[in-house]
């Protein structure tokens, strides 16, 4: 067990709505990243948050947002959903902005769009 | 732009025997660090290995051990005594700490390894 906290584990959703993932960083941490793994993209990195605030983007769609909150939790918002979003969503936390050690990954969230 | 390549798609190897598997990574940085990753069935990201590219000496852990060549940018990791909990999907990775891959992990495609009885 990593520490890390996500739900739901899995979401079945059509196309055109919203949904929300949430994650729980492990007892400590200050960062939490969301990396998304698809069949066609591989595992690409979302959006970073250190301490409530976003310390890095990267292939983020502008559909999806996200935002960590001042208990340090963090959600992840979908929004506009098509088929190509369906995927395994990761989220990982570290204790500093800019970590070079491990990283703690959570279970995902199987996002399944219909 | 920093890429990883995983060459190998899918591998196996018997129990007990070693299995060595590839990696390739382009930057043009120089201060930059390299991982392995597992993920199981669980689904779950688990770090295997972590070599830092200022430091010469291969890193290893236990039963795992790399092949870090930076002038030809190959990473590659092998698995002595392979165990049947060893079957999982590999991801190297890599990470500079600032510019580039804003302290974020770059992961390649992945190399399914299945460990046979």
């Known amino acids: 067990d990593s520490g890390v906290t996500q739900t739901p584990k899995h979401l079945i959703t059509a196309t055109g709505q919203r949904v929300t993932l949430r994650c729980s960083p492990r007892s400590g941490d200050l960062s939490v990243y969301w990396y998304q793994q698809s069949l066609d993209q591989g595992l690409q990195f979302l959006i970073q948050?250190?301490?409530?605030?976003?310390?890095a983007k990267g292939n983020i769609l502008e559909r999806f947002s996200a935002q960590q909150f001042p208990d340090l939790h963090s959600e992840l918002n979908l929004s506009s959903l098509e088929l190509g979003d369906s995927a395994l969503y990761f989220c990982?936390?570290?204790?500093?902005?800019?970590?070079?050690?491990?990283?703690?990954f959570g279970e995902g969230s199987r996002l399944t769009v219909l | 732009a920093q890429t990883v390549t995983q060459s190998q798609p899918e591998m196996s190897v018997q129990e007990a025997e070693t299995v060595t598997l590839s990696c390739t990574y382009d930057t043009s940085e120089n201060n930059y660090y390299l991982f392995w990753y597992k993920q199981p069935p669980s689904r779950q990201m688990i770090l295997v290995i972590r070599?830092?590219?200022?430091?010469?000496q291969n890193a290893t852990e236990n039963r795992f051990s790399v092949n870090f060549q930076k002038a030809a940018k190959s990473f590659s990791l092998k698995i002595s005594d392979s165990q049947l909990g060893d079957t999982a999907m590999y991801f190297c990775a890599f990470m500079t700490p600032y510019g580039g891959s804003q302290g974020n992990l770059i992961f390649g495609k992945g190399t399914k390894l299945s460990v046979k009885p």
């Open positions: 070599q830092e590219a200022y430091k010469q």
């Open positions: 990982a936390s570290s204790v500093a902005k800019v970590y070079t050690g491990e990283l703690f």
């Open positions: 948050y250190y301490n409530g605030e976003e310390r």
